[in-house]
């Protein structure tokens, strides 16, 4: 069985401080991980992904994760926020084949001036 | 076509009422999913299809929910005798054969149910 946790459905920075969005899962065989993130009105869409090579991710927008196996976490960091990135963000894992993918609560990210 | 296309946008129907919802996938596509994402809850697994066959129902939340594709292409979501709790967004995602788990999802299809 997978699950995954997010720490924190709200998360308030403000711009040019850093992003950091926590993500904790759980799973039976070794994980895929990805990050989505939901703009207003928009659809999800993925941000980065993990699949068991470089433990250090990035994505787009300047987004990064990274795997860490021993606290099976998978944070989201972005060294500078921009107003831009004021989104839902949604950690995910699934197992090898991608099928069922379980989805985090998300996150809501604000971006203060 | 250039993206997952769900139909309607919008909809609200009475309790008690069937509703379908529509899900093009990208052409090529041979996975689909069906989430639904209720106010300030995740996104809940519904159900997904390999093809035109559905290994795992084990989302859907009642035998009220159904789901088909046919044409490896266009699915349908009904929800029969609609309830309160039905109301949420309904997405669709999909994936393609070299690259299964990442998923390009719809705009989604809001239900409202009076």
């Known amino acids: 069985a997978q699950s995954v946790t997010q720490l924190g459905s709200h998360v308030s920075v403000s711009e040019g401080a850093l992003v950091l969005l926590r993500c904790n899962y759980s799973?039976?065989?070794?994980?895929?991980l990805f990050w989505y993130v939901q703009y207003p009105n928009q659809g999800l869409q993925l941000l980065l992904k993990?699949?068991?090579?470089?433990?250090l991710v990035k994505g787009i927008n300047g987004f990064e994760a990274e795997f860490k196996k021993s606290e099976t976490s998978f944070h989201l960091t972005k060294p500078s926020a921009h107003m831009s990135d004021a989104a839902e963000y949604f950690c995910?894992?699934?197992?090898?084949?991608?099928?069922?993918?379980?989805f985090g609560a998300g996150t809501r990210l604000f971006v203060k001036a | 076509g250039a993206g997952v296309s769900q139909s309607p946008s919008n909809k609200v129907t009475e309790k008690g009422k069937d509703v379908e919802l529509r899900c093009d996938p990208i052409?090529?596509?041979?996975?689909l999913y069906w989430y639904r994402q209720s106010l300030g809850q995740g996104l809940e697994f519904l159900i997904y299809?390999?093809?035109?066959?559905?290994?795992?129902k084990s989302g859907l939340p009642s035998d009220r929910f159904s789901a088909e594709r046919t044409g490896e292409s266009v699915s349908t979501l009904t929800i029969q005798r609609t309830q309160q709790e039905d109301s949420a967004v309904y997405l669709c995602?999909?994936?393609?054969?070299?690259?299964?788990?990442?998923?390009?999802f719809g705009s989604g299809t809001q239900l409202s149910v009076l």
């Open positions: 995602a999909s994936s393609r054969d070299r690259e299964l788990e990442k998923l390009f």
């Open positions: 799973s039976s065989v070794p994980p895929y």
């Open positions: 993990y699949t068991s090579a470089a433990t």
């Open positions: 995910a894992v699934s197992g090898h084949g991608g099928f069922k993918t379980i």
């Open positions: 052409s090529g596509h041979t996975a």
């Open positions: 299809f390999q093809g035109n066959s559905a290994p795992d």
